[in-house]
């Protein structure tokens, strides 16, 4: 299983970045994927999810209006859609797939992860 995480950079702040996430050696429509992050010297945390069907999506409170979560079930990928960036949302952001939606949303955990895509915001 292989989740490539791209898209990540240096911006500043109220800019937007668009990471895309490709999914292989999965069944990509049996999987709910999600993003979560690592801010610097902090524990990882969840960002955004989307359930397998994509009609069903949940966001931290730190970011909810201002993330948006997709997928493309024929490209086999997700993306996370970044507006209005903040300095801290500086962190290293990794997309992660799960079958089970309530172990990501309320366990924060997954069973695949990428690489990660580093995302900085400079004030």
């Known amino acids: 299983v292989q989740l490539q995480a791209s898209g990540g950079g240096l911006v500043q702040a109220g800019d937007s970045l668009r990471l895309s996430c490709a999914v292989s050696?999965?069944?990509?429509?049996?999987?709910?994927l999600a993003w979560f992050r690592q801010p610097p010297g902090q524990e990882r945390e969840f960002v955004a999810a989307v359930r397998w069907s994509g009609t069903i999506t949940d966001y931290s409170d730190s970011v909810k209006g201002r993330f948006t979560i997709s997928r493309d079930n024929g490209k086999k990928r997700v993306v996370l859609q970044m507006n209005n960036l903040r300095p801290e949302d500086t962190a290293i952001y990794y997309c992660?797939?799960?079958?089970?939606?309530?172990?990501?949303?309320?366990?924060?955990?997954?069973?695949?992860w990428g690489q990660g895509t580093q995302v900085t915001v400079s004030s």
């Open positions: 050696g999965l069944t990509f429509n049996k999987y709910n």
């Open positions: 992660t797939a799960a079958e089970n939606y309530l172990r990501i949303v309320r366990a924060g955990e997954s069973e695949f």
